[in-house]
Each structure stands twice: as C-alpha cells, then as structure tokens.
C-alpha cells in the first residue's frame, strides 16, 4: 500500500464519525421530513393508516394566512434582532478590548448570560416584563406618573420588541467573545502607524478595526442570521405566539402543527420549506458578502 493511499484511508477514517453524525441528525431526519410531507401521517397512531396525499399539505400551507404571519414575524425578527444584537456584541468587545480597570472582571460578567439556560432567561424577564409594577414597569412610571404601565408582551405594538430586546441580551456574549477574538487578531503594528499618520479613534476603527474583522463579521451575520429565524423558546414560553399572531414564528407554527394539532405530515411540509429558506439565504448572505469583499 503506497503512503498516499494510506494517508487517504486515515483521513476517511478521521471524517468518518462527522459523517455519521451528519447524517445521523441531518440527512435522515430531513428525508424522513420530505416522505411524511407528501403524507396525511398524525403523531398519534389511528386505525385509518397512512397515505400519500401529493402536494396537499404544501397547498394548504400557502394557503394558510397563519403561515405567512408567521414568516412575516420571523423576518421581522431577524432583521431587527441581528443588526442589534451584532451591534452592542461589537461595542462590548471594543470596550473590553481597551485597557481599562478590572477588564478581567468585566469580561466575566459580560458572559454571565451564556451560563443560563434560555428557559431561565426568559423566567426572569417574565419578572421584569410583569405587569402593572414590575421592574421595567417601575422605570416607566418613573417618567409617565404613577399608574400608567405598558403591558410589554400583551401589546401587539411593544410585544415583538420585547422579544427583540430579551433575544439580543440573551445571546450577545456569544458574538462578542467571537469579536474579542478577532480583534486580538489584528496586528498592532497597524494601529500604530495610522496613529503616527495622524488617524483618530474613528478612522482607526473604520480602516483598521473593520477591514481586519471582514471575516469576523460575516461568519457572525450568517450564524445570528441563521439563529434569529429559528426563534422559539422565547415565544413558546412568553406569548405561546400571541398576542394575535404578533410574534407567531415559522418556528411556534411549526411546534403548533405538528404538536399540539398532531398534523406531522403538515408540520413536515412546512419543515421542508424552513430548511430550504434557511439554507437558501445562508448561502446568499454567504456568496454576496463575498462578493462585496472582492470587489
């Protein structure tokens, strides 16, 4: 056996376990996920059996008003919840990467978060979220006289914000332990001779700090991307998509389709089409980010 073909069968060998493990969880689910769609299959076994009925649950899914809130709401999420939460990720990085007292203190209670469960996150802004006199609602009236309170997650208009909010301080050590990082990466020398060219703070960060963190940046923008449009525990436990569809996800309508209405055949159509959407626009973001940088 020659060296390259024993060096082959070891890098197999290496990718075999990932391999499995992929398709294990991914590949198989999602074609089992693509059989039951074109099927009437129930979560609960019933004596009539299963059968295919073609594109029916497809129809019926883009044809639901539901479904296209719901899409409507996931967008609506992401395209305020990434560019925030990225924003305050970076601002935080930035402050913690600058010599300042006790940075090391600092940086262990910026990542705080990370160590709590997301059920145990959401149990504590239900507190603050409370109404008419919790905390959050304690500040308003601080500015709106006494009595008046906003029902945070009971108003269509202030709900998804809410949301928003409780998302983004949730996940943002994530973001901003990755930012760290790069911006560790980048060479001091650079700063260095932008100072000694006259940059300030501002043009330091727009010539050196964001061209070295191009990189940083894209892989963050697809996987909080990627991330937002999956968006469930927060809604299931707070307003179980409501108040009047205001913060039903694709998600929640899946979770509500095939759990609680037992319609796995419909719940797996719209699976599929999660799959796909998600997959389609990681790849977007992915080859026009690209592009941008190349040009």
Do not use: C, H
Not at 150 to 166: F, K
């Amino acid at each position: 056996m020659s060296i390259k073909s024993r060096s082959q069968r070891q890098e197999l060998a290496m990718l075999l376990p990932a391999v499995i493990f992929l398709t294990a969880l991914i590949v198989v689910p999602f074609a089992l996920s693509i059989w039951f769609s074109f099927t009437d299959q129930r979560l609960v076994p019933r004596p009539i059996p299963t059968k295919m009925i073609g594109f029916t649950n497809y129809s019926r899914m883009f044809d639901d008003p539901l479904f296209w809130q719901a899409i409507w709401n996931t967008v609506l999420f992401a395209l305020l919840v990434v560019p925030f939460q990225l924003a305050i990720s970076l601002g935080a990085a930035l402050i913690l990467n600058a010599a300042i007292p006790f940075r090391s203190v600092f940086r262990a209670i910026a990542i705080l978060p990370l160590l709590l469960p997301m059920t145990v996150i959401v149990a504590i802004w239900a507190v603050l979220f409370r109404i008419p006199n919790g905390p959050l609602n304690a500040a308003y009236q601080v500015f709106s006289g006494p009595g008046n309170y906003v029902d945070w997650i009971g108003n269509s208009s202030t709900a998804m914000i809410s949301i928003v909010v409780l998302s983004a301080w949730a996940t943002f050590p994530y973001q901003m332990l990755i930012y760290l990082a790069g911006l560790q990466d980048i060479p001091q020398d650079l700063y260095e001779a932008a100072k000694l060219d006259g940059a300030k703070s501002w043009q330091r960060f727009r010539y050196v700090t964001w061209p070295g963190l191009r990189n940083v940046n894209i892989f963050l923008l697809i996987i909080t991307t990627i991330g937002a449009l999956k968006l469930f525990t927060q809604v299931n436990i707070l307003t179980k998509g409501g108040p009047n569809g205001a913060t039903t996800t694709i998600i929640q309508y899946l979770f509500q389709q095939g759990y609680a209405t037992q319609k796995v055949g419909y719940a797996s159509a719209v699976a599929v089409f999660f799959f796909l959407a998600v997959t389609a626009i990681a790849l977007l973001q992915r080859k026009f980010l690209k592009n941008e940088g190349e040009a």
